[in-house]
C-alpha cells in the first residue's frame, strides 16, 4: 500500500495471489504487462476524475481492471460518471491502436504485442459488461438515472449485478458440472469477487441513499443557475416521507404538490423541505 499527496495504491489480495502463481509457472512478463495495461487503464479514471475536480481517494488494482474510489460530495452528475467510467476502457482502445501501429510497422516483438493487443481488449471487453463495479455497470447505472427515479436505479443496479455475478459463478463450474473439464479457477474467482463486491453494495443501499439525500442542495444550485424548471411530484398527506423521496431523480429538482382525497392541491413544498422533515424523523425501521 502506497500513499501519493493523501490518495492510497495498493493490490487487491487477488492481484497478489496472481504474481505468487505467474511467479511459480513462470508467466510473470505477462502480468507485469498486465499492470501496466491495468495502471494506465486506472490512470484514465483518475484523469478523468480530476479533470472535474474530483478528490481520489484510494486506487485498488485487480487483475481485470480496479476500483478508483473518489469523493464527490454531490458535485458529479451522470454524466460526468459516464464519462468517468469511459475513459478507463477509452485508454485500453488507445494502447491497441498503437500496438497495432507498431505492428505493422514492423517495430517491437511480434508476439508480445500480440500480448498487449489481447491483454487491452480483454480488459476493455471485460470492463465494460454492465455490472457493477464493473465501468459497464457504473455507465448503465449512471445513464439510468437519468431517467428513473434515484432510489430505484440504485436498487435494481444492484438486484441485476448480485444476478449477473451469480451467473458468472455458474459460467466458471459450468465444465465441472458437464464433465468436460476443470473449473475455470480466473473466472470463478472473479465471479466470487463480484457476487461479494455486489452483496455489500446492496446492504449498504440505504446508506447510499441517504448520502444522495444528503447532498441534494448542490442540485437546487445548478437548477437555478441553469433557470431549470422544478419537476412536479404529487403526494397524498399521508403518503410516508421515504415514499415520496424514492420518486426523486438525481439529474432533476422537484416540487412536491400534496394533494387530499378530493383532488385539490393543498400544499406546495421544494424537495428541501421534505427531506429535512425525513431527516428529522425516525427512520431507523427503514433502513
Known amino acids: 500500500m502506497i500513499n501519493v499527496r493523501g490518495m492510497t495504491l495498493s493490490l487487491h489480495p487477488f492481484f497478489v495471489i496472481l504474481m505468487l502463481f505467474s511467479v511459480v509457472t513462470g508467466h510473470f512478463l505477462e502480468l507485469i504487462t498486465l499492470f501496466v495495461i491495468v495502471f494506465i487503464h486506472e490512470l484514465g479514471h483518475a484523469g478523468a476524475a480530476l479533470m472535474y475536480g474530483v478528490r481520489i481517494r484510494s486506487i485498488q488494482f485487480l487483475p481485470f481492471g480496479g476500483v478508483v474510489e473518489i469523493e464527490d460530495q454531490g458535485r458529479l452528475t451522470a454524466w460526468k460518471e459516464i464519462v468517468i467510467a469511459a475513459a478507463g476502457p477509452l485508454q485500453n482502445g488507445m ?33 465494460l459488461l454492465p455490472i457493477l ?48 473439464g476443470s473449473v475455470q479457477l480466473n473466472l470463478l474467482l472473479i465471479g466470487i469477487f463480484l457476487l461479494y ?15 444522495f439525500l444528503m447532498h441534494r442542495e448542490s442540485m437546487y444550485t445548478r437548477s437555478r443557475a441553469d433557470g431549470e424548471l422544478a419537476q412536479p411530484i404529487v403526494a397524498d398527506p399521508a403518503k410516508h416521507l421515504d415514499s415520496i423521496l424514492r420518486l426523486l431523480k438525481r439529474e432533476k429538482y422537484h416540487l412536491i404538490y400534496v394533494m387530499n382525497e378530493r383532488g385539490k392541491i393543498i400544499a406546495v413544498l421544494p424537495e428541501q423541505r421534505i427531506i429535512s422533515a425525513y431527516f428529522a424523523t425516525d427512520r431507523t425501521s427503514w433502513i
Not at 500480448?115 to 471487453?125: E, F, K
Not at 446492504?203 to 447510499?208: E, F
Request: aromatic share 16%.
Open 133 to 180: 463495479p464493473l465501468d459497464g455497470g457504473k455507465i448503465l447505472q449512471s445513464a439510468a438515472s437519468l431517467f428513473f427515479p434515484y432510489h430505484r436505479t440504485l436498487l435494481w443496479s444492484s438486484r441485476i449485478s448480485v444476478g449477473a455475478s451469480v451467473i458468472v459463478i455458474i459460467c466458471a463450474l459450468a465444465p465441472l458440472f458437464q464433465g468436460k
Open 95 to 127: 494502447m491497441i491502436l498503437f500496438a497495432l501501429l507498431l505492428r505493422l510497422a514492423g517495430w517491437g516483438d511480434g508476439a508480445f504485442l500480440s500480448y498487449v493487443i489481447y491483454g487491452n481488449a480483454m480488459i476493455a471487453l471485460f470492463n
Open 197 to 211: 463486491s455486489n452483496w455489500v453494495d446492496y446492504r449498504n443501499l440505504p446508506y447510499r441513499f441517504t448520502r
